[in-house]
């Protein structure tokens, strides 16, 4: 199952959409949810958080069992700084999918944007038990054990993460932060060019690399 973003350090990328969707057929007189989420994805990448925001309300609202759609809203609310809303999203939607993985994620990757990192650790290696080479929590899990002050540990899960998604902006981009606040500026700069070379990198790495030149 893919869980969706990563968070970073030094920011949020976003490596795609959650898989397993159901599609929900046309509200009353409205777009479907999944109409809905497509554009409020397209509203995202133009930088049009309102209208994004508004539309996977709606799909919320119309597709209140599906895990995915209540994932994708509050994500948005999170990352529009809505952190208590998305938290109730998160909770009404695991009520209604007990045990989903994509919601449990979704409540880690909340916790590290609150700079929970232990209690985002704990959910993190709860989904680890079940999905123990997933990429995305294994990068995720770095950002909490960095949060947490365990560097090296840290390091070790955006290896592990590494091994199985060599590609990887995120883990690459976390790992190289990581190593620059242990102070090796070396393998920091090593691990930064080669989030760079990846196609999902974005702006804000070559940022990263910049600082330590």
């Known amino acids: 199952m893919k869980l969706g973003s990563v968070p970073v350090l030094l920011g949020?990328?976003?490596l795609g959409a959650c898989a397993n969707?159901?599609?929900?057929?046309?509200?009353a007189g409205g777009l479907s949810a999944d109409a809905r989420l497509n554009i409020a994805a397209a509203a995202q990448a133009s930088g049009d958080s309102t209208t994004a925001l508004t539309l996977l309300?709606?799909?919320?609202?119309?597709?209140p069992q599906r895990a995915d759609v209540q994932q994708s809203y509050a994500r948005a609310l999170a990352d529009t700084g809505q952190t208590q809303r998305a938290a109730g999203v998160l909770e009404a939607a695991l009520r209604a999918n007990p045990g989903d993985h994509r919601l449990t994620y979704e409540q880690a990757r909340l916790?590290?944007?609150?700079?929970?990192?232990?209690g985002a650790l704990a959910l993190l290696n709860a989904l680890l038990q079940v999905e123990p080479r997933d990429p995305v929590a294994l990068t995720a899990r770095g950002v909490a054990l960095d949060l947490t002050g365990?560097?090296?540990?840290?390091?070790?899960s955006y290896r592990q993460a590494l091994a199985v998604a060599p590609n990887s902006a995120?883990?690459?981009?976390?790992l190289a932060i990581s190593l620059l606040l242990q102070?090796?500026?070396?393998?920091s700069r090593t691990e930064l060019e080669r989030a760079r070379a990846q196609?999902?990198?974005?702006a804000r790495v070559s940022n990263n690399l910049a600082f330590l030149q």
Request: overall charge negative; glycine content about 8%.
């Open 21 to 27: 969707s159901q599609a929900s057929p046309p509200a």
């Open 170 to 174: 995120a883990a690459h981009n976390n």
């Open 111 to 118: 916790q590290l944007l609150t700079g929970d990192g232990a």
């Open 150 to 156: 365990d560097s090296t540990a840290a390091q070790d």
């Open 12 to 14: 949020l990328l976003a």
């Open 183 to 187: 102070g090796n500026r070396a393998e």
């Open 57 to 63: 309300a709606g799909a919320a609202q119309s597709a």
């Open 199 to 202: 196609q999902s990198a974005p």
